[in-house]
């Protein structure tokens, strides 16, 4: 049956606030940097590192400076090359999501292979005391990906585009091409949906055809502030709203695009916002 209904949810937050804010913090370390077919090349891989020690030192200090607290997506990966730059993280108070354990497209997996992927990245999460209760997809989700998650009885995912201002509970869907999508039975877990004008990549840190080589054209990074800034004031609007910034480490943390994050984080704060961490929101969930 073709269900059209979207069950969104509102978010309750102190009288004096706005808008819910999100800080969706992927940290990526030396994953991004493997090619299409698992290629590695020291040059690249070594941005793993400047992403490690340099960029993420300086977000917590951001972070730590205004009291603030995010949400960390490690990859599995990541956490096992990097577990005291991860200990870090979690000794700040930060929640840390399952990511994967490498940045793999889910839908190009079987089933099995997807939740074996998903075993080994959560291993890699509880080496470090960390039982994780939030996803967001290494790269493409898969049909497969919301079954596992309500398996192993997840909370939250934060990885569709159902909505821009809203949390909704996701429901997978059919593509026909002979008649419309259909819609299944609404999963019981809150999706806290992502946007590409609200991700810091696209803007700070985009990749051409070669994985090694960044483009060098990306945007000013006050574009990206600026835009954050715009769609809060305009999810301020209406109660109930959230903002779900996405961070990258490796970009944001890079030199002097800290400046720009650092006044975006002061002006949501004048503006009216409540900063939680996705497994808060979920608390506050109407």
């Not at 080994?120 to 989700?141: C, H, W, Y």
């Not at 419309?180 to 051409?208: R, W």
């Not at 600026?226 to 490796?250: M, P, Q, V, W």
């Not at 800290?258 to 004048?270: N, Q, T």
């Amino acid at each position: 049956m073709i269900q059209t209904s979207q069950k969104i949810v509102k978010i309750r937050i102190p009288e004096d606030k706005k808008v819910a804010v999100v800080l969706s913090v992927i940290f990526s370390g030396s994953t991004i940097w493997t090619g299409p077919k698992g290629e590695v090349s020291q040059f690249s891989i070594s941005r793993g590192e400047h992403d490690a020690f340099v960029c993420v030192p300086r977000v917590l200090e951001a972070l730590k400076k205004r009291g603030i607290r995010g949400t960390f997506f490690i990859p599995g990966h990541t956490a096992d090359t990097f577990p005291e730059v991860c200990r870090e993280i979690i000794a700040d108070g930060h929640e840390i999501g399952h990511h994967g354990y490498m940045l793999t497209e889910l839908d190009s997996m079987t089933p099995e292979e997807e939740e074996n992927a998903f075993q080994k990245a959560l291993d890699s999460l509880q080496r470090l005391g960390v039982s994780p209760v939030g996803f967001r997809a290494p790269n493409e989700i898969s049909a497969h990906t919301l079954d596992i998650l309500e398996k192993y009885g997840f909370l939250y995912d934060s990885s569709l585009m159902g909505d821009d201002i809203h949390a909704y509970y996701p429901r997978p869907i059919t593509l026909h091409t002979d008649t419309g999508c259909e819609y299944g039975e609404a999963k019981n877990l809150l999706e806290i949906p992502v946007s590409f004008h609200q991700d810091d990549h696209p803007y700070l840190d985009t990749m051409g055809s070669d994985y090694a080589l960044p483009y060098f054209d990306c945007s000013p990074p006050q574009e990206f502030s600026d835009r954050c800034k715009d769609i809060f004031d305009y999810a301020s609007r209406s109660e109930g709203c959230i903002l779900n910034i996405t961070i990258h480490t490796a970009a944001t943390g890079n030199r002097p695009r800290m400046d720009a994050f650092e006044e975006l984080l002061d002006s949501l704060a004048e503006k009216g916002a409540c900063f939680m961490t996705c497994r808060e929101l979920v608390d506050a969930a109407i």
